[in-house]
């Protein structure tokens, strides 16, 4: 499985955006792809995942302005960032998993292949 994000770039605050990634070498319909983001200095952690079954899953804090949707047909997924905040600065990697536990959907050691990143910057 290979997976190559896009669509980051710089936005000022409440701004918009749209992250893809597309998906190569393995169906979308069994796989369960999240996107995760790492800010300088700061952990990784899990933003939000699709499940092949179409079943959504986000951080607490960020569900009501991310949206997590795909196109099976198109095998991408992609990551609606609406009202955007500098806190939302950050590089966001796309990933994939055959299976796992869906409350595991926000560890990054559940998941066996990743994209190379995509840089998020949000000013104030």
């Known amino acids: 499985v290979q997976l190559q994000a896009s669509g980051g770039g710089l936005v000022q605050a409440g701004g918009s955006l749209r992250l893809s990634c597309q998906v190569t070498?393995?169906?979308?319909?069994?796989?369960?792809v999240a996107w995760f983001r790492q800010a300088p200095g700061k952990e990784r952690e899990g933003v939000s995942c699709?499940?092949?079954?179409?079943?959504?899953y986000y951080a607490d804090s960020l569900r009501d302005r991310f949206t997590i949707s795909k196109d099976n047909a198109k095998n991408t997924v992609y990551l609606q960032m609406n009202s955007l905040k500098p806190e939302d600065t950050a590089v966001y990697y796309c990933?994939?998993?055959?299976?796992?536990?869906?409350?595991?959907w926000g560890l990054g050691v559940e998941y066996d292949d990743w994209g190379q990143g995509t840089q998020v910057t949000v000013s104030s």
């Open positions: 699709v499940s092949g079954k179409s079943r959504t």
């Open positions: 990933a994939a998993r055959r299976s796992g536990s869906a409350w595991l």
């Open positions: 070498g393995f169906s979308l319909e069994h796989l369960d």
